[in-house]
């Protein structure tokens, strides 16, 4: 099989003692792997999916500083890396070459994001099906009307504390915490244990607090839980999962409570803020949802399009050397599949403004590792984004769009702030939507 000219193989990378690709002699610059890192990423990463789709459908780059991997920069070559894992492709991290060299820096977002855990999202083979069927079969048991009616009332809640503020921003006083208080509410936590595990969470966001500290409380939270559902089963996801023919441990409990809770957060935290702005700033949607004509469920088929949540994940290792469409991939190096550069491929036939109703994208993944729960995401954000346009007529954003800023990092997709602004006589009570708990 013939290499294309830019292949990985003919990429001489930075120096580095990690770096995969063989010893690389100093390079000229343009020859570099394109960091999918750092604030010019940030800033346009369509820019760099572009440049890194010239070079083929699966490229090399660098994750993090002295981190290298290969990205899928094309629809097919997504969709080829999920539908022939676990045959071809295995999730495990254990198969990282550098991560067991010890190569990873400590302070890599690269290893919080990828590092092995006891999980179903880096198991493979027999272990993961038995977790993601606790867990899928867990989710089915969701009554997606009660899950509306929660996510109204917490979205009120938020609402009436934000119109009070004198600077509103709908990602640092909604989007944030919305998402975590509906799953915790899914999970069936009392009070207490909610508020642990949210605390704990912050501490580990927070640089200056002890991380292991945070961890172990946040452990020893999800235990207790656990063994308040064994004990006093309710109906709620943890109670469905401890109640799952998969028998799991106590420590399997904590490590899919955890896993839950942080896939199921940030993404809809991202789904709900790129979608506000898209209502907010774009006529084709705000004119349209104002008026009832287009609804909201399109604002999210175009951003789960244009600017999906989790935008570069699902990282892959192979068995063995494996050449695709000419490219010659090797073992031991994680390939990210791009979520963003597949939605975002030219070769793709719906254009960008024939989206709505159109489910095909890669937003949520596919195959056997697909998000378990895109229904539930939905409900959430949609009835979110439903309460603020019910509750904040005639919003606007408080900046110029010019000033808004990306969240940094190679994963998520989403803003860090959404300033607005919004007549203040708006009412502020609370408007009940159907479903009951
Ligand atoms: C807009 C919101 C969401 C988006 C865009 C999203 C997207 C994804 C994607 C792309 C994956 C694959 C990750 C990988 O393989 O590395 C995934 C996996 C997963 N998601 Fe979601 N997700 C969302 C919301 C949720 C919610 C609300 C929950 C739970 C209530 C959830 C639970 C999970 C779980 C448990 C997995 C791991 C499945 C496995 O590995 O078998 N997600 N999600």
Redesign the pocket.
């Known amino acids: 099989m013939t290499m294309p000219p830019h292949g990985p193989t003919s990429y001489r990378p930075p120096t580095s003692s990690s770096c995969p690709y063989g010893t690389p002699p100093s390079a000229p610059v343009s020859n570099r792997l394109l960091p999918i890192h750092g604030a010019e990423f940030s800033a346009d990463p369509r820019a760099t999916y572009a440049r890194l789709r010239a070079q083929g459908p699966i490229a090399p780059c660098e994750l993090d500083r002295g981190v290298y991997a290969y990205i899928t920069t094309t629809y097919r070559a997504a969709l080829y890396l999920l539908r022939n894992t676990p045959t071809v492709f295995l999730?495990n991290p254990v198969h990282w070459q550098a991560l067991r060299k010890g190569q990873v820096p400590a302070d890599s977002p690269a290893l919080m994001m990828m590092q092995p855990r006891q999980n179903?999202?880096w198991l493979d083979g027999g272990a993961?099906s038995r977790l993601?069927s606790a867990?899928t079969d867990s989710?089915e048991w969701v009554d997606t009307h009660a899950l509306a009616a929660s996510v109204a009332r917490i979205a009120d809640d938020l609402l009436t504390r934000l119109v009070n503020l004198e600077r509103p921003d709908l990602v640092a006083d909604f989007a944030d915490a919305l998402?975590m208080q509906v799953?915790i509410d899914?999970f069936g936590c009392p009070l207490d244990l909610g508020h642990a595990i949210v605390g704990a969470i912050a501490k580990l966001f927070d640089t200056t607090q002890d991380a292991a500290q945070a961890n172990a409380d946040l452990e020893a939270a999800c235990l207790a839980l656990t063994r308040l559902k064994r004990d006093h089963p309710g109906y709620d996801v943890t109670s469905w999962l401890v109640a799952h023919p998969a028998r799991l441990t106590d420590e399997e409990m904590i490590q899919q409570i955890l896993?839950?809770i942080g896939?199921?957060t940030t993404?809809?935290t991202?789904?709900i803020a790129n979608a506000l702005l898209l209502l907010i700033t774009d006529d084709r949607f705000s004119g349209d949802v104002h008026t009832g004509v287009r609804p909201v469920s399109h604002a999210l088929d175009q951003v789960?399009w244009e600017d999906?949540?989790?935008s570069n994940?699902?990282?892959l290792y192979l068995r063995e050397e494996h050449i695709y469409e000419g490219v010659r991939l090797l073992p031991g190096v994680p390939i990210l599949v791009s979520?963003a550069a597949a939605n975002s491929d030219p070769a793709l036939a719906a254009g960008a403004d024939r989206r709505a109703g159109n489910r095909a994208h890669l937003?949520?993944?596919a195959g056997?590792?697909?998000?378990?729960?895109?229904d539930?995401?939905r409900v959430?954000?949609e009835t979110a984004i439903e309460r603020v346009l019910d509750r904040l007529p005639d919003l606007a954003l408080n900046c110029s769009p010019s000033q808004l800023m990306r969240r940094p990092g190679t994963f998520h997709s989403g803003w860090t702030h959404l300033p607005v602004t919004f007549p203040r006589t708006a009412p502020a009570g609370t408007y009940p939507i159907g479903g009951s708990r």
């Open positions: 999730k179903a999202l993961h993601r867990i989710l998402p799953l899914m896993l839950v896939a199921g993404p809809c991202n789904l789960l999906p949540p989790i994940y699902c990282p979520f937003a949520f993944s056997i590792r697909a998000c378990p729960a895109p539930l995401a959430i954000s």
